[in-house]
């Protein structure tokens, strides 16, 4: 069956530091990878897409990369700051029926301490 | 602020009723999608409309059932509930694009739902 897996441990590191969180899939073959920044008790807030031909994508301290090959995608904040604390979710989006319907992985909490 | 709202924000009812969630698009979004999220299975996609026609079904129960309305705007119906239904239910919304695929989705904050 198909799955997304994400560290379900917290990841603690210091401020300034690089984050980097990892989506693994397994009997899937997504055209598209997103991840979404989730707060407590808030909607998920998308941050950045990745097509399946796509090997990175960067916005601003954010940086993506999509391994095809491995399954494999891992998604990096540089300089990580206290307000990036929140938990991060990967969605794999495939076709189905004429719609790509983003299914999401359960997410790994990251904690920046000052 | 995403620009989908989401109403009720907090609702608490007892087993057996049954409630209506109701969700507003962004401005120019034709798709919407209902997502359950518990502690102990995550966000689940339940359904996905696209301009009043339901598009796409994913783990939505029986007892569940949604609608878009020619306004865009979107109810979920909960039915017969019991105590394992109680989550958040969110909305979201977005352009679908070429070949169906709507890109980023835009999540309204959520109706938490309690049963007691």
């Known amino acids: 069956s198909q799955k997304i897996e994400q560290n379900s441990e917290a990841l603690n590191i210091q401020e300034g530091k690089t984050a980097t969180l990892t989506c693994n899939y397994t009997?899937?073959?997504?055209?598209?990878l997103q991840w979404y920044r989730q707060d407590p008790g808030r909607g998920p807030v998308f941050l950045l897409l990745?097509?399946?031909?796509?090997k990175e994508k960067r916005k601003e301290r954010l940086k993506v990369t999509f391994d095809t090959t491995l399954k494999q995608s891992l998604f990096h904040i540089t300089a990580s700051q206290p307000a990036d604390s929140a938990t991060y979710l990967c969605?794999?989006?495939?076709?189905?029926?004429?719609?790509?319907?983003?299914?999401f992985g359960r997410g790994t909490s990251l904690i920046v301490h000052p | 602020d995403s620009g989908v709202t989401q109403t009720p924000k907090h609702l608490i009812t007892a087993t057996g009723q049954r409630v209506t969630l109701r969700c507003s698009p962004r401005?120019?979004?034709?798709?919407v999608y209902w997502y359950q999220q518990s502690l102990d299975q995550g966000l689940q996609f339940l359904i996905q409309?696209?301009?009043?026609?339901?598009?796409a079904k994913g783990n939505i129960l029986e007892r569940f059932s949604a609608q878009q309305f020619p306004d865009l705007h979107s109810e979920l119906n909960l039915s017969s509930l019991e105590l394992g239904d109680s989550a958040l239910y969110f909305c979201?919304?977005?352009?679908?694009?070429?070949?169906?695929?709507?890109?980023?989705?835009?999540f309204g904050e959520g109706s938490r739902l309690t049963v007691l």
């Open positions: 979201a919304s977005s352009v679908l694009g070429q070949g169906g695929f709507g890109g980023e989705l835009f």
């Open positions: 009997n899937y073959s997504p055209a598209y």
């Open positions: 990745i097509r399946e031909n796509e």
């Open positions: 969605a794999l989006s495939r076709a189905s029926g004429g719609s790509y319907i983003p299914t």
């Open positions: 401005s120019g979004d034709l798709s």
């Open positions: 409309y696209y301009n009043g026609e339901e598009r």
